[in-house]
């Protein structure tokens, strides 16, 4: 197996350095809509309980969760 060169193993590292680079734009760029979404996918994970156990005394689960977020709101 040949080892990487000087040369490829700094345009490797330089390429790295370049991929996160822009991955933390991205993220700061995007920050003001990827935080809203998260906390919504976390809260209804945090709910879903309440709407399967409403779900399991006979109300459809779209009711549930409509009566629940006028609930929390």
């Given amino acids: ?3 990487m060169t000087t040369r490829e193993s ?3 590292w330089a390429a790295w350095t370049l991929a996160l ?3 933390l734009f991205l993220l ?3 920050g ?5 979404i998260v906390v919504a996918v976390l809260i ?4 879903e309980p309440v709407v399967a ?3 399991s005394k006979g109300l459809p689960r779209i009711a549930g969760a409509g009566l629940l ?3 929390v709101v």
């Fill in 10 to 12: 700094s345009l490797t």
């Fill in 1 to 3: 197996m040949e080892s």
């Fill in 44 to 47: 209804s994970y945090a709910l």
């Fill in 21 to 23: 680079v822009a991955i």
């Fill in 53 to 55: 156990w409403a779900a």
């Fill in 69 to 71: 977020i006028g609930v």
């Fill in 28 to 30: 700061r760029a995007t």
């Fill in 32 to 36: 003001q809509l990827l935080i809203p």
